[in-house]
C-alpha cells in the first residue's frame, strides 16, 4: 500500500517539477533576453524598459511561494480549471521559478566575455544573432548549472504545493507520514528528496563538465 503511495506521489512530483521547468525557462527566457539588450551596457541600452522589468522581475521573486500559491487562485482556474492537484500547483510553480530562471540566465549571458561579444559584432552579426549564436553558445555550460538549480529549487517548491493540496511528495507526507503518524512514510519521502536533489546536482555537474571540455 504504501509503495503505491510512494510511487504515485514520486511521479506526480515528477511531472510537476519537469512541466513547471519547461514553462519556466520559456517564460524566462524572454525578460532575460530584454533585461541584456536594454542594459546599460547591453546591446540596445534603454533605461526605462530595463529599470522597469528589473522591478518587476525582483518583485516576484521576492514574493513566498506560499503566499504567490494563494494569490495566483483565480489565474490557475482560469488557465486549468483547478487550484489543487497536479495541475493547480504547476501554475504557481511555473510562475514562481520563471523569474528565477530570467535571472538565472541574465547572469550566465552577461559573463560572456566582452571580446567575443566585440567581435561578433565586427563581422556585422545582428543582435539576435549575437545573442542567440554566440551569447548562448559560449554562457551554456553556466546556463546548465543555473536550470540546475531551478529545478532543485522547484523542488522544494512542489513539496510545499504538496502541503497545501498540490498533490506529490509533499502531500504523501503530510497526510500519511503526519497526519497519521507514520514515521516510515515521511522518512521515505525525507529520502526520496534527497536523493532526487543529489542526483539532478550530480547531472548537472557532469553535463557542466562535458560543456566546458
Known sequence: MWNDILLKAINETL?????????????????????????????????IIYKTLDVIVNVLRSI??????VVVVP????????????KGAIVPLTIAAA???????ESSLREVDKGVIEAAKSFGATNSQIIFKV????????????ITLTIISIVGYSAMAGAV?????????IQYGYNRFRGDVMFYTVLILIVFVQGLQSL?????KKKTK
Open 64 to 69: 513566498p511561494f506560499i503566499i504567490l500559491m
Open 135 to 146: 551569447m548562448l553558445k559560449e554562457a551554456m555550460p553556466s546556463i546548465i548549472l543555473g
Open 15 to 47: 511531472i510537476m517539477v519537469f512541466v513547471s521547468t519547461l514553462f519556466a525557462v520559456l517564460i524566462g527566457f524572454i525578460p532575460a533576453v530584454v533585461l541584456i539588450l536594454t542594459a546599460p551596457d547591453g546591446l540596445k541600452p534603454n533605461s
Open 165 to 173: 493540496g498540490g498533490g506529490g511528495l509533499g502531500a504523501a507526507a
Open 204 to 208: 548537472g555537474n557532469y553535463i557542466y
Open 75 to 86: 489565474i490557475t482556474k482560469s488557465l486549468v480549471g483547478t487550484s489543487i492537484g497536479i
Open 99 to 105: 523569474p528565477f530562471v530570467a535571472r538565472v540566465l
